[in-house]
C-alpha cells in the first residue's frame, strides 16, 4: 500500500514537470517561442486575445492577436499555431494608408534598413517599385524573418513581419538581392 502510495506520488510530480516543460525552439518575437501552447503563448504576451480565420500555406492557423507596434507605428501581431505549437508571428502594420503608394514604400524600405541593421544583409530581397511590391527574407540563426510589402492597385496597402523557425537549408545556400 505505501509503495503504491509512493509510486503514485512521483508519477503525478513526473506529470507536473511535464505540462509546465518549456518549449526548446528560438524566440521568435518579445518572448514568444516556436512550440509554444497557446496557454504559453498567452501568458507572455500581453494583451493576447483567442482570434481565428488565418491560415498560412504549411497550414498553421491563427489562435491569438494581440496590439503591437511595427517601427514606432500601431501593428497587429498574429500568432498561429500547428500540431498545438507556435510555428510563426505575422506582425501586421495599421498605419498604411490608400493612395500613399510611394509613401507606404518608402516606409517599407525603412523597416528593411531596421531588420538590416539587426540581422545584416538578407538572403533574399525583391522590390519593385513600378509594382508597389517589396519582399526581403533574413534567416538570422535559428529563425526566418521576412518582410512583405503589397499595394496593388493603389487601395489595399500591406506591411507586414513574419518570424518563423528558419527552415533546413544546405550550407553553399546561394544570397541574392535584386532591387528594380
Known amino acids: ?23 526548446s525552439g528560438p524566440e521568435l518575437w518579445n518572448g514568444a517561442q516556436a512550440g509554444m501552447t497557446i ?7 500581453a494583451q493576447a486575445s483567442p482570434a481565428n480565420g488565418q491560415t498560412l500555406e504549411d497550414g498553421s492557423q491563427q489562435g491569438l492577436s494581440a496590439p503591437a507596434k511595427l517601427a ?32 507606404n514604400l518608402a516606409e517599407a524600405k ?15 530581397c525583391i522590390v519593385r517599385s ?9 534567416w538570422a540563426g535559428p529563425i526566418q524573418v521576412a518582410i512583405i510589402y503589397r499595394d496593388f492597385g493603389g487601395g ?11 527552415p533546413d537549408r544546405p550550407h553553399s545556400a546561394r544570397f541574392t538581392s535584386r532591387v528594380r
Open 39 to 45: 496557454d504559453q503563448v498567452d501568458a507572455v504576451v
Open 110 to 124: 525603412s523597416i528593411v534598413a531596421l531588420a538590416t541593421s539587426q540581422y545584416g544583409s538578407p538572403r533574399s
Open 156 to 166: 489595399s496597402p500591406a506591411l507586414s513581419v513574419l518570424y518563423r523557425p528558419a
Open 1 to 23: 500500500m505505501r509503495v503504491a502510495a509512493i509510486a503514485s506520488g512521483a508519477a503525478a510530480l513526473l506529470t507536473m514537470g511535464a505540462a509546465a516543460a518549456v518549449p
Open 130 to 138: 513600378e509594382l508597389a511590391a517589396l519582399n526581403c527574407i533574413w
Open 72 to 103: 514606432g507605428a500601431p501593428a497587429d501581431a498574429i500568432f498561429f499555431f500547428r500540431n498545438k505549437g507556435l510555428s510563426a508571428i505575422l506582425v501586421e502594420s495599421r498605419a498604411m494608408r490608400s493612395g500613399h503608394g510611394p509613401e
